[in-house]
T-cell receptor, first 113, second 119 residues
Framework: GNSVTQMEGPVTLSEEAFLTINCTYTATGYPSLFWYVQYPGEGLQLLLKATKADDKGSNKGFEATYRKETTSFHLEKGSVQVSDSAVYFCALSFTNTGNQFYFGTGTSLTVIP | GAVVSQHPSRVICKSGTSVKIECRSLDFQATTMFWYRQFPKQSLMLMATSNEGSKATYEQGVEKDKFLINHASLTLSTLTVTSAHPEDSSFYIC???????????????FGPGTRLTVL
């Protein structure tokens, strides 16, 4: 089957610290991989994506590399800011199956000044 | 970016009543909308896929007679929880796919969610 396993939170970091949120997946096929972010009171927003192995998605200082050999898509940021406090969801989807998304459980990040 | 709204954002109802949740794509047309359910500290689970002008496709284990989905227009889908019970209390999130945008990944745009509490 298809599933996404995400590092459990909550995660609390000081401002300017390095962030890693682990994500691994199981998939029957070759999915596209995504990171979504949910700020308090808002909907999920696409943060970055990768559509094939070895692709690196990046946005707002965040990046993640599609690693087929380790079935992983870890999210990283070199220096977090207070404004990065949110819940982060890793997800996979197949473009030929109506775009059903499989989500991880979400990881809550709090950045303190 | 594309915006999806949900209404209401929060609803509390008595057991046995029905609740309707609306999902609207505000600045684009969506032939396909999706309904997800999220339990505390758990993943978003797809409940059903809603296509404009046709019947929704429900995921295994989701009761179609309990969770009625209507997608009457390209900008509106509704989820009605019929005869709600406390176990239906959850966070319901919709998403929509832009009928114009295509591409290899077909981004979905998510609403802010509706918190349903059944007493």
């Amino acid at each position: 089957g298809n599933s996404v396993t995400q590092m459990e939170g909550p995660v609390t970091l000081s401002e300017e610290a390095f962030l890693t949120i682990n994500c691994t997946y199981t998939a029957t096929g070759y999915p596209s991989l995504f990171w979504y972010v949910q700020y308090p009171g808002e909907g999920l927003q696409l943060l970055l994506k990768a559509t094939k192995a070895d692709d690196k998605g990046s946005n707002k200082g965040f990046e993640a590399t599609y690693r087929k050999e380790t079935t992983s898509f870890h999210l990283e940021k070199g220096s977090v800011q207070v404004s990065d406090s949110a819940v982060y969801f890793c997800a996979l989807s197949f473009t030929n199956t109506g775009n059903q998304f499989y989500f991880g459980t979400g990881t809550s990040l709090t950045v303190i000044p | 970016g594309a915006v999806v709204s949900q209404h209401p954002s929060r609803v509390i109802c008595k057991s046995g009543t029905s609740v309707k949740i609306e999902c609207r794509s505000l600045d684009f047309q969506a032939t396909t909308m999706f309904w997800y359910r999220q339990f505390p500290k758990q993943s978003l689970m797809l409940m059903a896929t809603s296509n404009e002008g046709s019947k929704a496709t429900y995921e295994q284990g989701v009761e179609k007679d309990k969770f009625l989905i209507n997608h009457a227009s390209l900008t509106l889908s509704t989820l009605t929880v019929t005869s709600a019970h406390p176990e239906d209390s959850s966070f319901y999130i919709c998403s929509a796919r832009d009928r114009v945008a295509g591409g290899s990944y077909n981004e979905q745009f998510f609403g802010p969610g509706t918190r349903l509490t059944v007493l």
